[in-house]
């Protein structure tokens, strides 16, 4: 832009010397010959002065050149309508604001506000903003309508009034869609693009490994709209996240709860080693060790009070934020079971029968409560039980009944009796089956036990595995007419009897089972519902269909609903609650933070958005981040210097212009007047 003053100072001159000169111009003095002197008298002076303007029409082209001139080399500043290609009604910009759970870190959520607040002062009250906060969900704090016309201070001090209202979030980031809620304000306001000088998303966040970008590959992003990243980091790098990989119990003959944990460590963290316990009690405390970039799953220590409500806490690391984990106590698991027989009412519970026996097997625990109940056969298409016994003489419609809820879901227990037929039986399991009564005179045991099956894993261990004291007095004998050596595929021989044929066998049907007993748990049939084995037995079957003692549910952040002043609203941080189960009882549940906010290593922004097909505008596209407070007049200067750069020909043009009127001024100067001179006076 050097060369300006010098051509302007040229374009006055070439203006202002014919003007100069004409008005410094006189009229030519009038000669008298000598001779003449001494004969005419002396007369005063007639002092006249004519100024006048003669050429009005070179005059008006002169100042028209000068005023074209100044259009010219003005035109990369001039706002107004005389250029619709070059102006615009001003900026349009989305401020959108990361207050998700990483945000959580050191004073990451103080210098975003502030990040955005300088954004805010870079543009005048006739550029367009609006200012999003997002977590799982963006929130439009104010919309280009809001501030529309504000000056920063304004629009500054109602970003400072609505914090309170929003505060920092526990909540995932879900920061794809949060851009794309940016672009449908940015499109819905601007209209046509061409309007205005810039459209543009300020990204301000941690860009944490964790975030879901996911949403902008269900839109196209428009080539007008350019996202300007500014990435936080904190001071302290490095981070050990703590979440709960899975909760189970150990056996069924046991109540003790094993919580497996993964402990997580970024990649950027200089410390390895942890230390985990229950809050409140050092000495469940256990070390270890996470390298960096890795993750680890380790058993959980036993709390002093597994009845209770607690919490695991990790340390070891200099952010908190993900450090906790809540566990809810034990809730009794609702189970209802029926137990459907051939027998009569009047007979179904007396002492003696398999009903008398499951009953009282079946009772309430603090992580299972049962409910028994006896149907007739005919009511097994009515009922709502998750389990059902089959017990008795069932047709080949109770079987198809019986084999149809299975493929619901639920756990069928299939003990036929002596007088059960093989075809029913053939019904049930979906094979033709050949079942006869064993006759002989001497009791079986149990033999061939797979203690390798879920089932029977809890008898794996050498101090219960013996069954040998379990007696059978009268059993079934079943074989399959085209399988004679082996089983059909899809069943599973858990145990055998002695003499080779099967004792307990599995299909599953579907989403469910049917778990075959060929021999009644009763006294008139067996020792099994007077041994040890029985109870432990019925609740391994029962897990092993998924009626397991399982601690309280876990949620996540913003997934389930909580009661607050009983009220259900959704949990907005991690905590123990309360919440109301099906039958509107209050029961304990357990929230805690995602595992993606544990995952809170950088990535370089400009990578990440490239791979979406982003536009960036930033001070410094290569590093990834805009964090220059004097982006935004970098970026005007550089697109005055290229709007200049567009207008090479209008320098040359002016040049030969004012060329031109050099010369025409020149040769005006030398032309003669054409003003006749006037005679001399004569006597």
């Known amino acids: 832009m050097s060369f300006l003053f010098p051509l302007y100072l040229l374009g006055a001159l070439a203006v202002a010397l014919p003007i100069l000169l004409h008005l410094r111009k006189k009229p030519p003095k009038e000669k008298i010959p000598f001779g003449s002197l001494m004969f005419l008298e002396k007369s005063p002076e007639k002092l006249?002065?004519?100024?006048?303007?003669?050429?009005?029409?070179?005059?008006?082209?002169?100042?028209?050149?000068?005023?074209?001139?100044?259009?010219?080399?003005?035109?990369?500043?001039?706002?107004?309508s005389m250029f619709g290609d070059q102006l615009s009604e001003g900026a349009v910009v989305a401020i959108v604001v990361d207050r998700s759970a990483s945000m959580q870190r050191e004073d990451l959520a103080e210098r975003a506000i502030a990040a955005a607040e300088a954004e805010i002062r870079e543009y005048e009250p006739e550029d367009d903003l609006a200012l999003i906060f997002f977590d799982r969900e963006p929130v439009v704090i104010a919309d280009f309508a809001e501030w529309q016309g504000l000056d920063a201070r304004s629009r500054i001090g109602a970003l400072k009034k609505t914090i309170p209202d929003h505060p920092l979030s526990w909540d995932i980031a879900a920061t794809g869609q949060a851009m794309v809620e940016a672009i449908d304000?940015?499109?819905?306001?601007?209209?046509?693009?061409?309007?205005?000088?810039?459209?543009?998303?300020?990204?301000?966040?941690?860009?944490?490994?964790?975030?879901?970008?996911?949403?902008?590959?269900?839109?196209?992003?428009?080539?007008?709209?350019?996202?300007?990243p500014i990435a936080l980091a904190p001071k302290e790098t490095g981070n050990l996240s703590l979440a709960l990989a899975a909760t189970t119990t150990e056996a069924s003959t046991s109540a003790e709860m094993i919580h497996r944990v993964r402990i997580s460590n970024t990649k950027d963290a200089e410390n390895d080693k942890f230390q985990l316990a229950w809050k409140g009690d050092p000495a469940t405390a256990i070390e270890g060790v996470v390298p960096p970039g890795s993750s680890r799953v380790i058993r959980a220590p036993q709390p002093s009070q597994p009845s209770e409500s607690g919490q695991l806490v990790l340390t070891g690391d200099a952010h908190e934020f993900d450090n906790t984990v809540y566990i809810a106590p034990p809730q009794a698991l609702p189970l209802d079971v029926a137990f459907a027989s051939s027998l009569p009412g009047d007979k179904i519970d007396d002492v003696g029968s398999p009903y008398f026996y499951l009953k009282r097997a079946l009772h309430a625990t603090a992580s299972l409560a049962p409910q028994v109940s006896s149907i007739g056969l005919d009511s097994l298409a009515d009922t709502d039980a998750a389990a059902v016994v089959l017990h008795g003489d069932w047709t080949t419609a109770h079987a198809e009944t019986a084999r149809a809820l299975a493929a619901d879901g639920r756990l069928v227990i299939a003990m036929p009796s002596a007088t059960t037929s093989s075809q029913s039986l053939s019904t049930l399991l979906g094979h033709t089956t050949e079942l006869a009564e064993y006759e002989g005179e001497r009791y079986a045991m149990l033999a061939e036990l797979d203690f390798e099956h879920p089932v029977l894993v809890?008898?794996?261990?050498?101090?219960?595995?013996?069954?040998?004291?379990?007696?059978?007095?009268?059993?079934?004998?079943?074989?399959?007419?085209?399988?004679?050596?082996?089983?059909?595929?899809?069943i599973q021989s858990i145990a055998r009897f002695d003499q080779g044929s099967p004792a307990w066998l599995l299909q599953e049907v579907d989403s469910g089972s049917i778990f075959t007993i060929l021999s009644g748990w009763q006294p008139s049939e067996s020792q099994f519902a007077l041994s040890s084995k029985f109870v432990p037995v019925l609740y391994s079957i029962l897990e092993n269909a998924g009626y397991s003692a399982k601690a309280a549910p876990t949620y996540y952040v913003g997934e389930a609903q909580i009661l607050?002043?009983?009220?259900?609203?959704?949990?907005?941080?991690?905590?123990?609650?309360?919440?109301?189960?099906?039958?509107?009882?209050?029961?304990?549940?357990?929230?805690?933070?995602?595992?993606?906010?544990?995952?809170?290593?950088?990535?370089?922004?400009?990578?990440?958005?490239?791979?979406?097909?982003?536009?960036?505008?930033?001070?410094?596209?290569?590093?990834?981040?805009?964090?220059?407070?004097?982006?935004?007049?970098?970026?005007?200067?550089?697109?005055?210097?290229?709007?200049?750069?567009?207008?090479?020909?209008?320098?040359?043009?002016?040049?030969?212009?004012?060329?031109?009127?050099?010369?025409?001024?020149?040769?005006?100067?030398?032309?003669?007047?054409?003003?006749?001179?006037p005679s001399p006076a004569t006597s």
């Open 185 to 228: 304000q940015i499109s819905t306001h601007a209209g046509d693009a061409e309007h205005f000088s810039k459209l543009q998303v300020v990204l301000i966040s941690d860009f944490q490994e964790g975030a879901d970008f996911s949403a902008i590959n269900d839109v196209a992003w428009p080539e007008s709209v350019s996202v300007k």
């Open 48 to 80: 006249t002065r004519r100024t006048r303007l003669e050429k009005w029409l070179l005059l008006a082209l002169r100042c028209l050149a000068l005023l074209a001139l100044a259009l010219v080399f003005g035109r990369p500043y001039l706002k107004s």
């Open 564 to 677: 607050v002043a009983g009220q259900e609203q959704t949990a907005t941080r991690p905590g123990l609650f309360t919440r109301l189960d099906a039958n509107q009882a209050e029961v304990p549940i357990a929230i805690n933070l995602h595992p993606s906010q544990g995952r809170v290593s950088p990535v370089e922004p400009a990578l990440l958005l490239t791979e979406f097909n982003v536009p960036l505008d930033s001070a410094d596209p290569d590093s990834g981040s805009s964090l220059a407070t004097d982006s935004g007049k970098s970026q005007q200067r550089l697109d005055i210097e290229e709007k200049e750069a567009h207008q090479k020909l209008w320098k040359w043009l002016v040049a030969a212009v004012l060329l031109f009127v050099l010369a025409e001024t020149w040769l005006s100067g030398r032309r003669p007047s054409s003003t006749p001179s």
């Open 458 to 490: 809890p008898f794996a261990r050498a101090q219960i595995r013996d069954f040998t004291k379990v007696r059978f007095w009268k059993y079934r004998q079943l074989s399959f007419h085209d399988y004679p050596d082996a089983l059909p595929e899809g």
